[in-house]
């Protein structure tokens, strides 16, 4: 259930991102959005991690999301980097790689998560 959180909070953490980078490219005032949105993003994905790890070895699930877990995080990196930087023509379609494996991510834990319940029926 912490993973699913964790993951579905990231998700809508990257997809805020992209509301703001449009804000960023519109208005002046929207630098200081993007920026603290990364930043927020940095600290969700640092959780996944924690949350990740704790789900694995104390709870006995599978390490499997540790490694998703750990290279969205330094993915999440690389971006903050690239903005500050302002490396746009890597930044952007990093940012959307990174939704993309987000929601790929949070498709697959919801899709085991029903599996799960489906066999233990």
Do not use: C, E, N
Not at 25 to 52: D, E, N, Q, T
Not at 87 to 116: E, Y
Request: hydrophobic fraction near 60%; charged fraction near 5%.
């Amino acid at each position: 259930m912490f993973l699913r959180v964790a993951i579905t909070v990231q998700t809508v953490g990257v997809f805020i991102q992209a509301i703001t980078a449009g804000l960023l490219l519109s208005s002046p005032g929207g630098g200081a959005l993007h920026s603290a949105g990364a930043y927020g993003v940095f600290i969700v994905a640092l959780l996944h991690v924690v949350v990740a790890i704790l789900v694995w070895r104390p709870g006995g699930g599978s390490p499997r999301p540790i490694l998703y877990a750990v290279g969205f995080l330094a993915a999440t990196s690389a971006q903050v980097a690239l903005g500050i930087a302002h490396v746009k023509t890597v930044h952007v379609p990093l940012g959307v790689l990174m939704f993309g494996m987000s929601l790929l991510q949070l498709v697959r834990i919801r899709t085991a998560r029903r599996a799960d319940v489906t066999a233990a029926a």
